[in-house]
């Protein structure tokens, strides 16, 4: 009777990776003929010390070169795809083996694999332009990027810094003029963070567009279509809140990057920038969702940003209808941006605990 060992599966877009489950494995043979893989060994599986084989008939062709790694607990098989593309199984036949299963500890889907890409290119073209940069100079990109996250470091650690003491002095007064003390810098921060969605769809940082774009769009309109435009928004607490989970954010995030343009990390700090935002980012949409609801009253008392009709009708469309709308649309950002910041989160990780390994 044939014995078959445990064999575990992931796949890049350009490799299948196996890792069989056989303890100080000898006479490996790994071949790869005709896009079926046979595998045969001497080793300690499941059924104690025995041989060991299977064969498996990939979905899509693969080169006939394969490498392999023994260790004293597995044996690591790499075979790459004859065409770079993402398969939506591994084996030719639907049903797959019975020895067969995802190794969830190289697991990625589609766009995580996406995601890897980029990461190892971004590393890639660091260093290939620290190689270009004479010793004591840096970039004129690197320059660029230390100035502009240092800026947004000093605006909202002065923003953060402020409220607390003044919440300290003042108690629930210094919740009732936030704006007035603090918008000045808020707005000059958040129009000079326009800069994030240019950045990477220029390709001056390797990042999506829409995460950067859903932040930025959805707090200048929190910020001057509600706060801006409304004197009756400026005194309601509401506002110390928004400003108070915006600047608790960032005063993790942009220390980071400034980090980063020396390819030089703090594990403290890595940690609070790809931990912070969980509990403060929903709090922060949802300050922001209290803030719209809480105005639109007011757009329909005041009929600020009213839409005209033609005169036969003889009336206008609130903006109260366009301030429904964004709540949703809010929300639907909040998924989007949560989902992409804990890929990246659970990316960034997962790789430390591998070097670690």
Not at 32 to 39: G, I, P, T
Not at 43 to 54: N, R, S
Not at 101 to 126: C, G, H, T, V, Y
Not at 255 to 267: A, D, I
Request: include cysteine.
């Amino acid at each position: 009777m044939t014995l078959t060992p445990l064999v575990y599966w992931a796949q890049r877009h350009e490799e299948i990776y196996l890792r069989v489950e056989l303890t100080d494995a000898l006479n490996i043979d790994v071949q790869v003929h005709e896009n079926v893989l046979r595998f045969q060994a001497l080793g300690h599986g499941a059924k104690g010390q025995h041989e060991y084989e299977f064969s498996l008939e990939f979905l899509l062709p693969v080169k006939s070169e394969v490498s392999y790694k023994s260790t004293q607990r597995q044996i690591n098989i790499i075979v790459r795809k004859e065409q770079r593309g993402w398969w939506e199984r591994l084996t030719a036949h639907e049903r797959k083996p019975v020895f067969l299963a995802p190794d969830f500890d190289r697991w990625l889907d589609e766009s995580d694999a996406e995601m890897e890409i980029q990461e190892k290119e971004e590393k890639r073209n660091r260093l290939k332009s620290m190689k270009h940069t004479d010793e004591g100079f840096v970039s004129l990109k690197t320059a660029f990027l230390l100035v502009y996250n240092l800026v947004q470091f000093l605006g909202f650690s002065w923003i953060f810094v402020n409220m607390t003491v003044r919440l300290f002095i003042f108690g629930q007064d210094s919740l009732y003029d936030t704006f007035h003390t603090i918008s000045d810098v808020m707005f000059f921060c958040q129009i000079l963070a326009s800069v994030e969605v240019l950045n990477a769809a220029f390709g001056v940082v390797r990042s999506s567009v829409t995460p950067a774009l859903i932040q930025v769009v959805g707090r200048n309109f929190v910020l001057f279509v509600i706060f801006g435009s409304l004197e009756e928004m400026h005194h309601r607490p509401v506002v110390f809140f928004v400003f108070y989970l915006w600047s608790g954010i960032e005063i993790f995030r942009y220390p980071f990057y400034m980090l980063g343009c020396f390819n030089t990390e703090w594990k403290t700090l890595t940690w609070l920038r790809y931990t912070v935002w969980i509990p403060l980012y929903p709090l922060g949409v949802l300050a922001e969702a209290v803030a719209v609801i809480q105005s639109i009253p007011i757009f329909n008392q005041t009929k600020l940003f009213s839409i005209p009709l033609p005169r036969a009708i003889g009336t206008s469309i609130s903006f109260s209808y366009v301030l429904h709308v964004y709540l949703i649309l809010m929300f639907l950002g909040l998924f989007i941006n949560f989902r992409h910041l804990y890929k990246q989160r659970k990316r960034r990780f997962r790789t430390k605990k591998r070097k670690a390994h």
